[in-house]
């Protein structure tokens, strides 16, 4: 069973910046191709920010973070890492790690998880 440990998340003013790493530390589930991450806020839904393809790193992001965070991995050590800049207070949410299957086509979120990490606390004050 693969597991993935997530790091990074803390406290950091409105504008700052912060990284987040997650690795997968039993190594990649069969039939995966990309990693990703995802947030959740109190009382909100689970939300889509981006993924990752291992293979030619290939990237997805959603409209809320494009321009400010930006996805990248190290494939021989099993890990991304999410680098979050001008973060607004807006961004307060559990930040989740996730490992899948990002397939051709129209299909949002475009990451299928087959695993999902246990999260990280990102608090941003104003």
């Known amino acids: 069973q693969v597991l993935l440990e997530e790091s990074g998340g803390g406290l950091v003013q409105a504008g700052g910046s912060l990284r987040l790493s997650c690795t997968a530390t039993?190594?990649?589930?069969?039939?995966?191709?990309?990693m990703g991450w995802f947030r959740q806020a109190p009382g909100l839904e689970r939300e889509f920010l981006t993924a990752?393809?291992?293979?030619?790193?290939?990237?997805n992001y959603a409209d809320s973070v494009k321009g400010r965070f930006t996805i990248s991995r190290d494939n021989a050590k099993n890990t991304v890492y999410l680098q979050m800049n001008s973060l607004k207070p807006e961004d307060t949410a559990v930040y989740i790690c996730?490992?899948?299957?990002?397939?051709?086509?129209?299909?949002?979120?475009?990451?299928?998880?087959?695993?999902w990490g246990q999260g990280t606390q990102v608090t941003v004050s104003s």
């Open positions: 996730a490992l899948g299957i990002v397939s051709s086509g129209t299909a949002w979120p475009p990451l299928r998880v087959t695993v």
């Open positions: 039993s190594g990649r589930a069969f039939g995966s191709n990309a």
């Open positions: 990752i393809m291992w293979s030619g790193g290939n990237t």
